[in-house]
């Protein structure tokens, strides 16, 4: 059973009544992020039951040692992984001297929480029974501002409710916190500083290893019933921690209320002997707004970004929440502002995956920042790869490749590869394909051709080189074979012609020619430049063309499919029907042997090759697949639904795009998958994203023009989203029966619905 | 290249002339044992340049955490790794107040150690000219007590050569040691009590988790020019140290000798209350022996081992060297005293592989013990299995096994798994089938059926109920496959159909319903024990034959082999002899996706089958598989050249036979795999032993008699050997031309020499 307690809402994510067991769970599902700095939904006050503290920091990392059992050339001797940073947002709170705490307090009653999607806060109030009982009601209001994203803000309130109280507030900022996975109770941080005056508290700390500096400051402000009041304070200080506290007998009724702003600068964004300054800069902007004004801001920000980013359903408000978390939660994560910064899969949601970089940003979350946010944001996505071109040939070189063959990490913070299983590091090499396809995806929607000379092409080449030297000739198949490799699909390692990855490897190749041969051509000045530098030949060229046109791709007659790999057929073929519901997911109850050995699929494998090359394969050729290969798959991984839920639509199937396009939206909402509490699965999002505009939409670039083929699930009435593209709008509207098509832009434009050529007038509705 | 700075010598390993760089090599290689206790050649004094230190105490060993990238389930939550001791060697030696260390001395001339193999001791003598310009001379000479086996002593001499000299022994007992593998700074040990008196000074410490409590002791003597003298000594010590500090003025050419008497006893075969009483006791049994009788005593048992298990080889001095080093450090390492040991890959000479028990004593050494001792040693190795047979079905269980079907770990100490990567710990299944091999070659080679019902016969039903369980049906094949397997060549992971595990997986079902049989017939009472025990019926028979019948092998018609495993001929055909020197060796040079896809073979795979299971294979036959094979074999495991030797042999092709002779018998003294500063290859030891009694000698068990086909290397002149069996001893000497067989024992008895059956009497030298 999946979990079903988030109350179904349009815009908010809403948990009602106290459970300590889902308290994990609710701290990743009411994160608040700003592409800058992220937290979980802890408690600010004291708590002492199960819990996950998370803060983090983008671009803030640690290198870590690499933890195996056996060591094998070519592991990174670190990696990245993402930082639990310094505590901004802690208040304790004491109660006539007994510290309030959901764990041990007599009762809680009213417990509610909201995440307000469509203006970017999050709530929480309950009212405490305390043991001496004493009956408080507290509310707390917080928010990472979108506008100056070093900035977070609370406003936090404790009203007595059956005698007065007297109520001390401590707030703190603590650098003395650890990771959730760290197993040797290492800490990471070093405090450097600790300064407290009246406009700024703030402890400065730097990361071990890679000396990031970050200060973490706060600023407390209190009023009681809405008036400010000065209270004198106590000052607590430790070498990484230190605590104010505001103590006030508060009447029966009345709200003591705390207003913390905090926040993190980082040595990322200014120079180290600058950190205090630039805290005590952005608490003076925090004051002189005031939380009240600061909040009307965040509502704004929120709004201009679903002004283009929203999707709406009408008629089924789960599917209506589910579509808007996702899309606040990719926003949260990434806003495209600094292109040192990528999308970890996790978000600033957790620590799972290491807060790096997967090919999940070039094979999910490419379309949606495409189409929702201007052009130059998935630029800054593809520059992010162009910058690590140097050490992703030093990658390739380190497992024996040469020539400036490219290879791509598979986890990556800095360029440099983070993580260390030889099957994935080492063998789950398709992500390389992922990297030139999204630059082929950005070609095609933007049509902006001048990345391709500009930095493109040498990626492009480095990649080409890779699987001209990855591929190698068997003469008993009198093909070229790739060996010993790791699919999409994860429960398969090692294995030898997986379809996909020899079928993109193919196609990097002859991508890679078209676009040497047009950059040779219409960018002579760009080509010499890049000649000179990769050397490439033409007797080179032609060997890779030899690689391209003899690959081999594992087929079964009988079956009338590409086999996923070599012997897949050798399995037994039982379907997931056939697997009792107790021994799901399989990655929690199988040991590894067992789930490599079965015939189940994570993820979409064969299947994502048919995504990616729709054009190269006809629809019937798309069904055979997706009946022979679908009933075989877990989708245990969160990249599977949104793929199936697509191709479901494209097949005319729509209950079953609809089941899937529910299991991606609230994969994490309903906890599919048991690991909520982790963190949420962000990159799969922008799949979620995939999964109506393309798959129901029926969103596609052809021939230079977009182009819709839309449909719609029967338990909707009605859905629309808007896409940004070439420098115009479209919004689609699809009701039953009738599809409306606006246009927000100057000139008119063709786009192609259900396969005829229409015109668009800018501003003109046109209903079909 | 080799390295080959060990001097030639029938009896001893000698090596002449510091050099620092040799230090750590030299440590593995002149280490000692008794079975019970080792110690690597560390230096007594201090040494502050390159060290790896190391002493060990047999069945002593550490539940350490698991590291890993990411958790799969089924791991081991721990291993077991063999511990680091303490130290009870070390001497610290000052000359007029400088601290004697070989790395920081002005000079040091006539360096020399010397192992010497047929008495058992190890001596190291040198001149160090000290920064003020004082010669010494020092010598020092230690062993291992076999009789006393938790006794070892030191006679550490220090004789100024050109003035006199005040000189300071200080022997000391450490405990407060690391491990070489422990990256995390870990302690192991944590001191509890510290004694000293007279007699005997103490330190008992106790591992972490495990709890196993040892008394580290020591007892010192002095004498001048061999004369006793007393001297008042300090005492120094902390929490996990003591050391007595002797001074004397010693007058130029005087020997000032310490005489060390120090060792272990430990709560393994003490009572814990009374660890330090046992000391006293070791300690007296020393002292009223002294130094001089305890070696006559060392030599004397030494003696009798070599009386049995010697092998000569004449006119090849290196070849020599090379066998006596594998049978000495073979009794070293496990002398079947005690049947809670086993013989771990490294013995006692260093860290890796943990110190703990692999497939390696199954499929290697049994042979060697079964031969050169009492057939209880082979039958104690057995029982060490069945002891841990209820651990295997729970090890299978974790994998989702049922029905008592085992599954033995790949590494073990208490028969738990100690290893943690999946395609060793889950996937290297193939050692299941060694240890049922293990239970047939001491029934072929001992007679003795009684260990089949009394234990063996529940072990072989674990295991076929195993490899039953394991199979599936591939429709597609219309035959049982064994998916996801990592063979003995652990250079392939994760491959479908490995020739090897595939046919001892039917051979152990086959094996065992022959047995069941057998023993219903034979033994009524056990089967109905047995039967109950394992509530077998005969409906899972059927279920085990359906899948042994039709076991899928695969093959290929134009090669007329056994491939090793589904794909094997995709692979780039491209031999060793085609591997550049400076590539080799690939474990060391290449990551591990290559070695994966290299056609290269670690060990003896299909090649191994055809060793265990000879008689099921023409002559022809075996020349096609070694043709195939062996060109694609780097031998980068231990255990590889013995079998390619003695199959090698078989082919009648001398010269091949010779040179893998010489690789498998001097590997670590001439360090073919660069890796000899680790430790010694303890287990490939016996594989030596293999090459020359079934390689040269051809001996084998046919058809309960023994037999032998003996031929010569042309470059020795003449070799002998003697086995142990059932109960007699015969003796083989081979002389160019010239074979002479020696029965010692009371009844004649028939062996059959080059196919022809001869009758030997007793004492009674028969030559042809």
Chains 1, 2 share one sequence.
């Not at 809402?9 to 992220?38: D, H, K, P, T, Y």
């Not at 391709?452 to 492009?460: Q, S």
Request: with cysteine.
């Amino acid at each position: 059973m999946n979990q079903n307690y988030i109350i179904p809402n349009q815009w908010s994510i809403i948990e009602e009544g106290f459970e300590a067991e889902r308290v994990r769970s609710s701290e990743s599902l009411f994160s608040l992020g700003n592409g800058a700095m992220g937290q979980r939904a802890n408690f600010e006050e004291n708590y002492t039951g199960e819990t996950f503290q998370g803060s983090y920091i983008a671009g803030i990392y640690y290198p870590d040692k690499t933890r195996v059992g056996w060591w094998k050339n070519g592991y990174p001797e670190y990696f990245a992984k993402v930082l639990n940073a310094p505590n901004w947002i802690g208040i304790h709170v004491e109660i006539n001297n007994e510290i309030l705490d959901l764990a041990t307090c007599k009762s809680i009653e009213n417990y509610r929480r909201e995440l307000n999607m469509k203006e970017g806060w999050y709530k929480r109030s309950f009212e405490a029974v305390m043991i001496d009982e004493t009956r408080v009601k507290v509310e707390s209001i917080r928010f990472l501002s979108l506008q100056i994203d070093e900035l977070g803000a609370i406003r936090y309130s404790v009203t007595p409710l059956n005698r007065e109280a007297k109520i001390t507030f401590i707030p703190y900022i603590d650098a003395g916190i650890e990771n959730e996975d760290t197993n040797w109770e290492e800490k990471f941080w070093e405090p450097i500083e600790i300064l407290d005056d009246e406009l700024c508290t703030s402890v400065t700390a730097r990361t071990l290893k890679t000396r990031f500096e970050a200060c973490t400051y706060m600023h407390n402000e209190l009023a009681i019933d809405s008036i400010p009041i000065n209270i004198d304070k106590t000052i607590h200080s430790k070498v990484d921690y230190i605590a104010h506290s505001y103590t006030h007998l508060v009447a029966v009724n009345s709200t003591f209320t705390l207003f913390k702003y905090g926040g993190y600068v980082t040595s990322l964004n200014h120079d180290r002997t600058t950190l205090r300054e630039a805290a005590e800069k952005v608490v003076s902007i925090a004051l002189e707004a005031g939380f009240d004004k600061l909040l009307a801001q965040q509502r704004e920000a929120w709004d201009a970004i679903w002004q283009m980013a929203d999707i709406t359903i009408e008629g089924d408000v789960k599917a209506q929440q589910g579509i808007r978390f996702n899309i606040f939660q990719l926003n949260q994560t990434y806003l495209g502002k600094d292109d040192r910064l990528n999308i970890g899969p996790k978000g600033f949601t957790g620590e799972k995956y290491g807060g790096s970089t997967y090919w999940d940003t070039e094979a999910y979350c490419i379309p949606f920042y495409m189409a929702t946010k201007d052009e130059k944001v998935a630029r800054s996505l593809l520059k992010y790869r162009y910058n690590h071109l140097e050490k992703a040939i030093e990658n390739a070189e380190k497992l024996g490749f040469t020539n400036g063959a490219a290879l791509y990490p598979m986890v990556t913070m800095n360029g440099e590869e983070c993580h260390n299983e030889w099957e994935i590091t080492f063998e789950e090499i398709h992500r390389n394909g992922a990297i030139s396809f999204a630059i082929f995806n950005y070609l095609r929607y933007t049509g902006d051709y001048s990345y391709i000379p500009e930095m493109g092409l040498e990626v492009m080449i480095g990649i080409a080189r890779f699987w001209h030297q990855r591929a190698s000739f068997s003469t008993f198949q009198n093909k070229y074979v790739i060996l010993g490799v790791t699919g999409p699909n994860e429960y398969e390692n090692n294995v030898n012609n997986n379809w996909y990855t020899n079928y993109i490897a193919q196609w990097c190749i002859q991508f890679a020619i078209e676009h040497i041969e047009k950059v040779k051509t219409g960018f002579p000045e760009d080509y010499s430049r890049i000649m000179g530098v990769t050397k490439l030949t033409e007797n080179e060229i032609q060997q890779w063309i030899k690689v391209a046109e003899n690959m081999y791709f594992p087929y079964s007659e009988k079956h009338g499919i590409f086999l996923q790999q070599d012997g897949f057929l050798d399995k037994p073929q039982i379907t997931v029907s056939d697997l009792p519901k107790e021994q799901r997911p399989i990655n929690q109850k199988w040991s590894w042997d067992r789930i490599l050995r079965s015939p189940y699929i994570k993820q979409a494998d064969v299947l994502q090759g048919f995504y990616f090359f729709e054009d190269h394969f006809s629809k019937d050729l798309l069904e055979r697949h997706f009946d022979f290969y679908e009933p075989f798959t877990v989708h245990e991984s969160s990249l599977s639904p949104c793929v199936h839920s697509i191709q479901a639509a494209i097949l005319g199937r729509m209950e079953q795009a609809y089941t899937f396009y529910l299991r991606t939206s609230r994969l994490d909402l309903d906890d599919y998958n048991k690991e909520v509490h982790e963190g949420l699965h962000i990159t799969s999002m922008a799949g979620t994203w995939m999964s109506i505009v393309e798959g129901f939409g029926g969103m596609r670039i052809k021939e230079d023009k977009m182009s819709f083929e839309p449909r719609i699930p029967m338990q909707w009435e009605a859905y629309s989203f808007k896409v940004n593209f070439r420098g115009v709008i479209v919004k689609l509207t699809v009701k039953h029966g009738k599809v409306k098509l606006l246009l927000e832009g100057n000139m008119p434009i063709n786009v192609i619905l259900n396969g005829e050529e229409i015109t668009l007038h800018p501003n003109k509705e046109l209903e079909c």
